[in-house]
């Protein structure tokens, strides 16, 4: 009887301490697997502009859990290019305009897919641009120059990249110093697809696609549903490669082309092939629990403005006359919307180098 009225005490004593409590709280769960997706280019009113385009129905992207707003600027200049941009995004570092996946100093910066890859998981990278152009080159090579190019491609020989999907197959094959990038791929074990239905055969082991000779058409040129399937095909190849978890980033590269040439049919329709691709990677993540997807863009481009008037479905574009501030980039800050596992992570005002330091943080990666 002594004892049991000890024992009481004692539970009576933790619960009031709060260890009770404490012990219930459920442990956050782990984040597996990193889906980090940027659309070029993409500003809020680029996505605004999307949403009205349609009736105001909301993007794919807006189901995001948590979202968040992040700074632009590069080391030298308020407004980033993409190098710059890619380069902070994928190394936590801020660095000069044109840039590579180095420092200021031209020093060369590890990426998160090179320290996913060291950790023992799986990589992938897939854009709408070749895979040697700036934003993809910033997860996986250290050049002084985004310009170049074929010393990005030779970069990938020095990874261990799971697969990339893109164009610029031109950058590998077709070389000033006369080597052959897919022979040498093939014989590190890749299997190298230049179709669509090649990446959709594919089973198992490393893949390089490398589909068109240099970009990935835009949307108007007939790209169809590439980079909703790229990504599809990419997310089964790594969950099922990689017992230990992954890390992708897929950019949607165009819709900066569209902000650059001040045409927003280029905005809405590459803005709205992104967000196929989102809608892929959130019902990838509402599959398997452990996923986090990250989408953010790696500046504003053109400086869109959407004017005030009454809705009118019969005219092209609705009768709103979108009106550009700039044939260049701008340093508006960026959305940053976060879905799944980890999401609430990113819901502040965030350094864009802050996004891949914290994405480390979650999937644990050692130095
Ligand atoms: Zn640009």
Request: net charge neutral; hydrophobic share 35%; proline share 4%.
């Amino acid at each position: 009887m002594k004892t049991i009225c000890k024992f009481l005490l004692l539970v009576l004593l933790a619960s009031v301490t709060g260890q009770r409590t404490e012990a219930r709280k459920p442990a956050e769960p782990r984040v597996k697997n990193v889906i980090f997706m940027i659309g070029d280019g993409m500003g809020l009113a680029d996505i605004t502009a999307t949403a009205i385009n349609r009736g105001c129905v909301p993007l794919q992207i807006e189901r995001a859990h948590y979202v968040g707003l992040a700074r632009t600027y590069s080391a030298n200049n308020r407004v980033t290019d993409s190098a710059a941009a890619g380069t902070a995004l994928a190394t936590g570092h801020k660095t000069n305009n044109g840039h590579i996946g180095v420092d200021p100093d031209k020093k060369p910066l590890k990426s998160i897919l090179e320290k996913a890859e060291e950790n023992g998981l799986a990589t992938g990278l897939v854009a709408t641009h070749s895979v040697t152009n700036a934003t993809p080159a910033a997860f996986i090579a250290h050049q002084p120059s985004r310009k170049m190019e074929e010393e990005i491609a030779a970069d990938y020989l020095k990874t261990d990249i799971d697969l990339f999907i893109g164009g610029g197959r031109k950058m590998f094959t077709r070389r000033e110093d006369g080597r052959d990038l897919t022979r040498e791929l093939q014989e590190k074990g890749y299997t190298i697809a230049y179709t669509m239905d090649e990446v959709k055969a594919f089973e198992r082991g490393k893949l390089g696609g490398l589909l068109y000779d240099t970009s990935v058409p835009t949307m108007a040129q007939g790209r169809g549903d590439y980079l909703p399937q790229a990504t599809a095909k990419a997310l089964e190849i790594l969950g099922r490669n990689s017992p230990k978890g992954f890390f992708i980033m897929v950019e949607g590269s165009q819709i900066d082309k569209g902000g650059h040439g001040n045409d927003i049919r280029t905005i809405i329709d590459e803005t709205t092939d992104f967000d196929n691709a989102v809608k892929v990677a959130y019902d990838y993540a509402d599959r398997h629990p452990g996923t986090l997807v990250v989408v953010t863009a790696d500046h504003e481009t053109g400086g869109v403005t959407l004017p005030s008037g009454k809705p009118d479905f019969t005219l092209p574009d609705q009768g709103v006359k979108y009106t550009f501030s700039t044939k260049s980039h701008t340093a508006t800050y960026v959305p940053v919307y976060a879905y799944g596992t980890g999401a609430m992570h990113f819901s502040r005002v965030l350094e864009n180098t802050e996004i891949p330091q914290i994405m480390e943080q979650l999937l644990r990666l050692r130095k």
